[in-house]
C-alpha cells in the first residue's frame, strides 16, 4: 500500500498548520507545537518524511530508511536543522501510519485544529467608519443608505448571486463523474464557468480577472487553459475540482494545494469557493478589500497571502461583521454576502474618493478632502520639479546630467499644472487612468507626476503634460510618441 503525497499533505496540513515555509516542486515542511521540524520528499513516489531524532520505535506502516539523503538545497531556512547529520527518514505506507507517525513524533497537541480566526474588530472604530460609508453613499447616488436591496448598493452589488446561478448553470458538477478527471471536460466547465459575458442576461464576470485585456500571463485563469495541452497539470487540478465540488475532499488541503498549482491567484481560488457555498465562503479583490479593512480599523491583510489561514480569516471577518451592520442599521438578517458588498462598496468609495471622483449632494457638507488632495498634489509636484531643475543644471557627477529649465515662476507653474488638470479632466495624459490624490488611502502610483513632453526641452508652456507617477517612472526619456505607441500595442491597438 503506498500513501499518495497529496492525502500526505492534506493530513499534515490539517495536524501542523500551515507549512513552515512555500512549498517548492521538491519539499513541504512544517513544524510540530514543540518546534520539531519535519519535511516530505516530494520527488518520490512514496510518501518520504525527514525528521530530527530520535528514532521511532516499531510503528505499523512505518519504515525507517537506511540513509536520509538530506543534501537538497531546498532544505533551508526553517527547515535547516533537517540538514544535520543526525536527521533520519522513514517511508510511511496509509493515513493510518502517518497519524500515529505524528503521535509518536508531534505529540497529542498535534490534533487537527480550527485555523479560521478572524481579524479583530473595534466596534467603536467599526461605527464611526460606518458614519463615514453611510455619508460617502449619500455624496454619491444623491441618497441615505437604507438597506442591501435597494438604491446604490443594488444597483452595484445584486448581480452576484445572479451570476454565481448562472455559472453552476455552466458548471453543471452533479453530471461530474470520477472517469471525467484527466478528460478535460471538468476543465473545459470549469473555465466556461468562469469566462461569462452574457449580453442577453447583462451577466459579466468580474469576480476574477479572465479577460485578454493585458496579456496572457496577467489572466487569473491562465493555468486552467494551460492544462488543456499539458495532460499531467490536467489530470491534477480536475482531479483537485472534483473532490471539492464532489468528492468531500479536505477543504483547506485542496485551497493550498490550487494556489500552488495557479501561482497563487487568490480572486480565482476564492471564485471557485464561492461557487461551492456562497453561506461561508466570498470572492475576493485583495487591494480592494485590503482598504476596505484599513478604513474599518482591521489589522489584516490579503495582498500576496494566498492561502487557506489567510482565506479562512477573511471569511470568518465578514461573518463578524454581519452583527456590528446589523446594529449600525437596524437592518435584520444581514448575510455574508451583504457584509461582502459592504466592504466591496465602501471600498469603491473610499477610491473614488481619493481620485476626486465623489459628486458631492446639493447641500452636502463640504469637508474639504478631495480640493485638499488635489492642492496638495500640485505643490508636491511643484517642489519636486524645482528640486530636479536645481540638481539637473548640465553638471558633471558620474554621468552628464541634462539641462533642464524651469521657465516660469513657482505661482505660474501650479496655475499652469492646475489648469492641465482640469483639460485632462484629473486623469493621465497617457493613459486615461484616474488620478488620485495626496491622502491616507491614495495610492502613490496614481498620483500626478508633470512629465515633459520633449524630455530633452524644458519645463515650459507647450512641453508639460501630467501623468501618473508610475507611468513617467516607465517613460524615463522615452520618445513620448513611441512610448504612446507602445501602450497603445498593449491595449491591443495598432
Request: hydrophobic share 40%; charged share 25%; with cysteine.
Amino acid at each position: 500500500m503506498t500513501l499518495a503525497l497529496t492525502d500526505a499533505e492534506a493530513i499534515l496540513r490539517s495536524r501542523l498548520g500551515e507549512p513552515v515555509k512555500p512549498p517548492t516542486d521538491y519539499v513541504i515542511g512544517f513544524k510540530t507545537p514543540s518546534g520539531k521540524a519535519l519535511a516530505v520528499h516530494r520527488e518520490a513516489t512514496e510518501t518520504r518524511i525527514w525528521f530530527q531524532p530520535p528514532a521511532p520505535p516499531n510503528l505499523a506502516g512505518v519504515r525507517l530508511m537506511d540513509a536520509a539523503s538530506n543534501r537538497n538545497s531546498n532544505i533551508n531556512g526553517p527547515l535547516l536543522p533537517l540538514r544535520a547529520p543526525t536527521t533520519l527518514r522513514v517511508e510511511v505506507d496509509s493515513p493510518g501510519a502517518l497519524d500515529r507517525f505524528l503521535d509518536w513524533y508531534a505529540g497529542p497537541g498535534s490534533a487537527p485544529r480550527n485555523i479560521a480566526a478572524r481579524a479583530a474588530i473595534d466596534p467603536p472604530a467599526f461605527r464611526q467608519a460606518f458614519a463615514r460609508f453611510q455619508a460617502l453613499i449619500a455624496a454619491k447616488s444623491g441618497h441615505p443608505f437604507t438597506g442591501f436591496r435597494e438604491g446604490l448598493t443594488a444597483v452595484w452589488e445584486s448581480y452576484k448571486p445572479r451570476l454565481r446561478d448562472h455559472a453552476l448553470g455552466l458548471l453543471r458538477a452533479g453530471e461530474w463523474s470520477e472517469t471525467d478527471i484527466g478528460s478535460g471536460a471538468i476543465l473545459d466547465r470549469m473555465i466556461e464557468a468562469i469566462e461569462i459575458h452574457d449580453g442577453r442576461s447583462n451577466l459579466t464576470n468580474n469576480l476574477v480577472f479572465w479577460q485578454n485585456r493585458f496579456g496572457h500571463a496577467n489572466r487569473d485563469h491562465r493555468a486552467l487553459l494551460e492544462a488543456g495541452s499539458n495532460p499531467k497539470l490536467r489530470r491534477e487540478i480536475e482531479g483537485l475540482l472534483f473532490g471539492l465540488f464532489r468528492g468531500g475532499a479536505d477543504e483547506g488541503a485542496t485551497f493550498d494545494r490550487l494556489s500552488e498549482l495557479t501561482g497563487g491567484k487568490y480572486p480565482l481560488l476564492a471564485y471557485f469557493f464561492f461557487l461551492k457555498d456562497m453561506d461561508r465562503f466570498m470572492p475576493i479583490q485583495p487591494t480592494g478589500f485590503d482598504r476596505a479593512f484599513r478604513a474599518l480599523g482591521i489589522d489584516f491583510s490579503t495582498l500576496r497571502q494566498c492561502s487557506w489561514a489567510n482565506y479562512s480569516t477573511y471569511n470568518e471577518t465578514l461573518v463578524a461583521l454581519r452583527p456590528l451592520i446589523e446594529a449600525s442599521t437596524g437592518l435584520k438578517n444581514v448575510r455574508l454576502v451583504d457584509a461582502h458588498s459592504f466592504c466591496w462598496i465602501f471600498s469603491t468609495l473610499l477610491k473614488l474618493e481619493a481620485e476626486g471622483s465623489i459628486t458631492k449632494a446639493a447641500g452636502g457638507k463640504d469637508e474639504g478632502r478631495i480640493l485638499g488632495g488635489r492642492e496638495k498634489s500640485i505643490i508636491a509636484m511643484r517642489l519636486s520639479v524645482e528640486n530636479t531643475v536645481k540638481n539637473a543644471n548640465g553638471q558633471i557627477v558620474q554621468r552628464v546630467l541634462k539641462n533642464k529649465e524651469l521657465r516660469m515662476t513657482s505661482a505660474e507653474l501650479e496655475k499652469l499644472m492646475a489648469s492641465l488638470l482640469d483639460l485632462q479632466d484629473n486623469r493621465c495624459a497617457l493613459t486615461g487612468i484616474p488620478f488620485q490624490f495626496l491622502g491616507p488611502e491614495a495610492d502613490k502610483n496614481l498620483l500626478p507626476s508633470l512629465d515633459r513632453i520633449d524630455s530633452a526641452g524644458h519645463y515650459e508652456v507647450g512641453n508639460l503634460q501630467v501623468v501618473c507617477q508610475f507611468i513617467n517612472f516607465w517613460k524615463g526619456d522615452s520618445d513620448n510618441a513611441e512610448f504612446q505607441r507602445l501602450l497603445m500595442l498593449v491595449r491591443g491597438v495598432e
